[in-house]
């Protein structure tokens, strides 16, 4: 399985392809179900959620993403989304597929970190 850590997902979204992110971003999370509330986009495979905030106005606005994340999109085009239950890609989990979203059910306001992979 080939991972993505740490690169920039910009080549990997296509300029035509339908926006579930803000501004394409890669990959995102919402604070609430059905991409509702506020939102915190992510461009790389992330261990941990630690200091990371939901922004852009609405319901969560301001609150740490880590373990409050409702439903996730993917805006890439080859990498599966992983979003993790703990901290350093551990413990059960909820794939996004590529160009796609999904509510979260495994790790619904119970997340900590995603990984991007082929």
């Given at each position: 399985m080939a991972v993505a850590a740490g690169i920039s997902?910009?080549?990997a979204i296509p300029a035509s392809a339908?926006?579930?992110c803000?501004?394409?971003s890669g990959s995102?999370?919402?604070y609430n179900s059905n991409r509702g509330g506020a939102v915190h986009a992510y461009s790389a495979s992330t261990p941990n959620f630690d200091g990371d905030v939901f922004?852009?106005?609405g319901a969560g606005d301001g609150v740490p993403v880590k373990n409050n994340a409702a439903s996730a999109a993917n805006d890439t085009y080859s990498f599966t989304m992983r979003v993790y239950?703990?901290?350093n890609y551990a413990g059960v989990y909820d794939d996004v597929a590529p160009s796609s979203w999904r509510n979260l059910v495994k790790t619904?306001?119970?997340n900590a970190s995603l990984r991007l992979f082929q």
């Open positions: 997902l910009s080549a339908t926006s579930y803000p501004g394409g995102c999370f919402f922004a852009d106005g239950y703990n901290s619904k306001n119970n």
